[in-house]
């Protein structure tokens, strides 16, 4: 009996320092509250710190605040009012950048890691979890003999009545831009939580969605490949493999997997393509190389800057001839969005003139603001009510 107290007591002295490492709240305080006005408030308790900042998304005040120190050495700074969105930021005290160290909930976008909070009352009300019937996520591997014989990791969103009967479902693939994998569009786009919103409201058909991993040399997200913790979140184009037309040509191989693995109808009517930058010129270049496949295309603030690309590769080259051929092929819905601040705005507005003058048929959306995911979850919002009608 003895041994056996003393096996317990060290097992609790484990467990006790384990905890060491573990913060807890700092009494009531709370950082951020969302007022009823829409205003936000941040709260950072740093008795010593000389200088504490805020850092966010917001395009007020360009997303910056000088925080105020009160007495009681808490820093408090509370911005205008902010429209529905979901909103990433980080603090600063005296200069040492970091998480809002009262805010439990995070996002990574690429390397960096955020704290997040929702404005209510818009938008931002699709990307939160309602009581309605939820889908599926499921991420698994499909092998790739186009892009080095390897298993390839996606993501794959179900519609909550999925496993409920034995109706066949169209598909959105959605790509990710650079810097991307196929958790961002789950994490930092909130796509499960606006599908699963806009199917309960009746506002968009019941589709299945394909996040795939865009990374031509890359199998999965950082952390969930083979080499571990060594290989880092890193922009794409630092990548071997980037807009070489490896992954445009290859991706017929992801089509195919799905359609094997999940009930789709495997018509091109019911079939669509989009993503967000990077994700935006690989959807340009999915679809124009198999406009048999496509019906539905989606241009993100696509990146559609080709100034430093081999445009005589295959898969890139003779672009106009493509355009003609996927309009003779026919379709539904040729998209694009693109915010009046954002980097590549002009090049979307050039790659519209090639269409104009050709005759080519779309529909483009403007918006505010530059690139970011405020956008992009909205122009989500806005796309997918208008597939598979």
């Known amino acids: 009996m003895r041994r056996f ?9 484990i467990g006790a ?15 951020p509250v969302v007022n009823e006005d829409n205003t936000v408030t941040f709260t950072v308790n740093a008795p ?25 050495g808490l820093w408090t700074f509370t911005t205008p009012v902010l429209p529905s969105e979901m909103y990433t930021y980080r603090v600063i005290i005296d200069g040492v950048i970091g998480l809002d160290p009262l805010n439990p909930f995070t996002c990574r976008d690429v390397g960096t890691v955020f704290s997040i909070f929702y404005v209510n009352g818009g938008c931002a ?12 996520l499921t991420q698994e591997w499909y092998h790739s003999d186009a892009l080095g014989d390897v298993d390839r990791r996606l993501s794959v969103y179900t ?48 589709m299945i969605v394909v996040m795939p991993n865009g990374n031509a040399v890359k199998q999965a997200a950082p952390g969930e490949t083979s080499e571990n913790l060594s ?17 445009e040509e290859s991706f017929d191989e992801i089509v195919k997997y799905i359609d094997s693995h999940y009930r789709t109808i495997r018509k091109k009517e019911k079939r669509a393509v989009a993503g967000l930058s990077m994700g935006g010129f690989h959807s340009l270049f999915i679809a124009l190389n198999h406009p048999e496949k496509f019906s539905y295309v989606g241009l993100l603030s696509a990146g559609l800057n080709t100034a430093f690309l081999d445009m005589t590769k295959p898969a890139y080259k003779d672009m106009e001839a493509k355009l003609k051929n996927f309009q003779k092929e026919g379709y539904d819905l040729f998209w694009i969005a693109c915010g009046k601040d954002d980097f590549l705005y002009q090049n979307n507005l050039d790659f519209m003139k090639t269409c104009d003058n050709i005759g080519f048929e779309y529909t483009y959306h403007e918006s505010e603001r530059g690139h970011i995911w405020a956008n992009w979850r909205q122009y989500l919002l806005l796309f997918t009510p208008m597939l598979f009608r």
């Not at 107290?5 to 002295?13: G, M």
């Not at 010593?48 to 009681?72: I, P, R």
Request: proline share 4%; hydrophobic share 35%; with cysteine.
């Open 5 to 13: 107290i003393t096996v317990i007591a060290a097992f609790l002295c």
């Open 17 to 31: 320092a384990a905890q060491q490492n573990v913060g807890f709240r700092q009494g009531n305080l709370k950082s």
């Open 48 to 72: 010593a710190a000389s200088k504490v900042e805020v850092f966010g998304d917001w395009a007020v005040g360009h997303g910056y605040g000088l925080m105020e120190k009160n007495s009681d």
């Open 125 to 136: 009300d699709y990307y939160q979890v309602h009581d309605v019937p939820h889908g599926s």
């Open 159 to 206: 519609p909550a009545d999925y496993g409920k009967s034995r109706k066949r479902y169209p598909v959105l693939y959605l790509l990710h831009g650079s810097g991307g994998d196929e958790n961002a569009w789950v994490e930092l786009g909130r796509t499960v939580r606006i599908m699963d919103n806009l199917i309960a409201e009746g506002k968009i058909e019941p």
């Open 231 to 247: 290989y880092l979140p890193v922009m794409t184009n630092q990548l071997k493999g980037y807009k070489t037309g490896s992954y």
